[in-house]
């Protein structure tokens, strides 16, 4: 079946540092692949996507690209703020029957320092 | 449109009480997700609706779980005889509309803990 692994957390970095989470899929078909973000009290939100093979998905300076050949889309971002601090969750969908279902990875805390 | 809320944001009960969560979708989306979310875990998919159909259920949604959305609006998912594995975040999210008909919006959740 359908799956996601993403890298385990948490990920403590200092402000201005590169970021990178790992993620992986195993899935069938030709799925989208997402990236959502959990602030601290809040709902998930849609950070970024891609919807088929080499589409790079951006979004507030975090970037990841869906790579087929190594199934993988893993998130970057050049430069992370205190502000980014979150749980980021990577996702994979399929439209099937008219609508699709999310399966995510375990989520990965980031812990911003200054 | 305010987005998608849910009631309660947070629920304790005791093990053996029911329990029953409310959502409401951003209103032209006529596409409803439940999912459940555990502690280090991402969510889990529980059941969809399109429009008040129910369409798929998931095997983690055993039949002391029940849901439902009437006209089409809100939704409804009711624990009964809850166990203390029931605590959890429970998730909606909605799809349709115009702009990005399968984009899911979620809504905050419903934490629920079961003594």
């Known amino acids: 079946g359908n799956s996601v692994t993403q890298m385990e957390g948490p990920v403590t970095l200092s402000e201005e540092a590169f970021l990178t989470i790992n993620c992986t899929y195993t899935?069938?078909?030709?799925?989208?692949l997402f990236w959502y973000v959990q602030y601290p009290g809040e709902g998930l939100q849609l950070l970024l996507k891609?919807?088929?093979?080499?589409d790079k998905g951006s979004n507030k300076g975090f970037e990841a690209t869906y790579r087929k050949e190594t199934t993988s889309f893993h998130l970057e971002k050049g430069s992370v703020q205190v502000s980014d601090s979150a749980v980021y969750f990577c996702?994979?969908?399929?439209?099937?029957?008219?609508?699709?279902?999310?399966?995510f990875g375990a989520g990965t805390r980031l812990a911003v320092h200054p | 449109d305010t987005g998608v809320s849910q009631n309660p944001r947070h629920k304790i009960t005791k093990r053996g009480q029911n329990v029953t969560f409310r959502c409401d979708p951003i209103?032209?989306?006529?596409?409803l997700y439940w999912y459940r979310q555990t502690l280090g875990q991402g969510p889990e998919f529980l059941t969809y609706?399109?429009?008040?159909?129910?369409?798929?259920k998931s095997r983690l949604l055993s039949d002391r779980f029940s849901a439902e959305r009437p006209k089409g609006s809100f939704s409804t998912l009711e624990i009964q005889r809850t166990e203390q594995g029931d605590s959890a975040m429970y998730l909606c999210?909605?799809?349709?509309?115009?702009?990005?008909?399968?984009?899911?919006?979620f809504g905050p959740g419903t934490r629920l803990t079961v003594t």
């Open positions: 609706f399109q429009n008040e159909a129910q369409l798929e």
């Open positions: 996702a994979l969908s399929s439209i099937s029957g008219g609508y699709n279902k999310l399966i």
């Open positions: 209103s032209e989306h006529n596409r």
């Open positions: 891609a919807t088929k093979a080499d």
């Open positions: 899935a069938t078909g030709y799925p989208s």
């Open positions: 999210a909605s799809s349709g509309g115009s702009r990005d008909s399968y984009e899911q919006y």
